[in-house]
């Protein structure tokens, strides 16, 4: 009986340190990840910048967030017939 415990706790043992080496090396995987997210974000943000000033440069009334979004078909082409209709 004593023999069953004891590998029983031994395997239990072991799992629990393979658990705790697999997290351990998820984590310096995601600390990996996060740094080179964090640098593809500035890349980007220089990115935008570059564009930005062109984007000026062309263009040099134009300010960024003040543009001017399209009015769609739809929304032209409305009409309100429904009231036209419940009236008769």
Do not use: H
């Not at 043992?13 to 974000?41: P, Q």
């Amino acid at each position: 009986m004593k023999k069953i415990l004891t590998i029983s706790l031994l395997f239990t043992f072991t799992i629990v340190l393979s658990g705790c080496a697999d997290a351990s090396s998820e984590s310096a995987t995601m600390e990996e990840e996060n740094e080179w997210m964090k640098s593809r974000i500035t890349e980007l943000q220089e990115e935008n910048a570059a564009l930005l000033e062109e984007i000026q440069a062309l263009d040099p009334e134009f300010e960024y967030g003040n543009e001017e979004e399209p009015v769609s078909e739809a929304s032209e082409e409305y009409t309100d017939e429904s009231k036209g209709e419940e009236s008769n």
